[in-house]
């Protein structure tokens, strides 16, 4: 096995996934202060669940990253995880809440994800030029 494969105790492994998820009622709410303030919170949260995030970019409606998983990590947890936490964080920081986060609701309930497996080039090309075809009407 090549330096491509990470190693937990009893496996080598190399999970790596495409995710896309969305603002509640897809409004367009990360533009400047909030789309700096997330990239380091998604980093950090990813961090504390021995997660990577490969690539990254936050449109204004939506978010797209590539985020390496270790198998003992289901990517629901993960992902419920990093939604609700960085929802937490944005209470705080732009609605003024300590406490009391009942009814706070900044993400979509649902996400898309896909396996990269060695597509991992292609992908975050993919990640990068969202911005270049979201301005020129492209899907």
């Known amino acids: 096995m090549s330096e491509l494969y990470q190693s937990l105790s009893h496996s080598k492994w190399d999970c790596k996934y495409h995710v896309v998820f969305v603002p509640k009622y897809r409004r367009k709410v990360m533009f400047g202060e909030i789309r700096q303030f997330l990239g380091p919170i998604f980093h950090e949260l990813a961090r504390q669940k021995e997660c990577r995030i490969i690539e990254g970019h936050l449109m ?14 289901a990517v629901a ?51 990068r ?6 301005r020129g009407g492209q899907f």
């Not at 929802?87 to 920081?93: C, E, L, S, T, V």
């Not at 030029?129 to 979201?134: I, R």
Request: charged share 25%.
């Open 60 to 73: 204004p409606d939506h978010v797209h990253m590539c985020i390496e998983i270790p198998p003992k990590y």
């Open 77 to 127: 947890s993960v992902i419920g995880f990093l939604k609700g936490k960085s929802a937490i964080a944005i209470a705080r920081q732009f609605k003024g809440k300590q406490q009391n986060f009942v009814g706070e609701h900044f993400w979509a309930r649902g996400y898309a994800v896909s396996t990269v497996g060695f597509e991992l080039e292609a992908v975050k090309r993919y990640i």
């Open 129 to 134: 030029e969202q911005d270049h075809a979201d």
